[in-house]
């Protein structure tokens, strides 16, 4: 069974940069595409960013230039590396994996993980 597990959430001043990881198991991240997602209460889930299983890499207009997402195959672990944080980014961010990437456009993933909260204060 796949699964994801997010970790590296938490509280960040704005301006500042955050690291979020991905772990997968029971799978390779050669196999799926995996996204970024996030929600923020009272809104439509948001996909961020996602890396498709060549490694191409996807970004969401609102985060380019400032979010970078990364993997590291032999750990089977995705990151979202997150810099210039604002406060709009306040999110709980989920992790999430499709054998393809044109599903991380419609927020239709196979796979979730259970997310985390990221604060950003002023």
């Known amino acids: 069974e796949v699964q994801l597990v997010e970790s590296g959430g938490g509280l960040v001043q704005a301006g500042g940069s955050l690291r979020l990881s991905c772990a997968l198991s029971?799978?390779?991240?050669?196999?799926?595409?995996i996204g970024w997602f996030r929600r923020v209460p009272g809104k439509e889930s948001e996909g961020i960013s996602a890396i498709d299983n060549e490694g191409r890499t996807y970004y969401d207009p609102s985060v380019t230039r400032r979010f970078i997402i990364s993997r590291d195959q032999a750990k089977k672990t995705v990151y979202l590396q997150m810099n210039i944080m604002k406060l709009d980014d306040a999110a709980v961010y989920y992790c999430?994996?499709?054998?393809?990437?044109?599903?991380?456009?419609?927020?239709?993933?196979?796979?979730w993980g259970e997310g985390k909260l990221v604060t950003v204060s002023s």
């Open positions: 999430a994996a499709a054998l393809r990437v044109s599903s991380w456009y419609y927020g239709d993933m196979a796979y």
């Open positions: 029971g799978a390779s991240v050669d196999d799926y595409a």
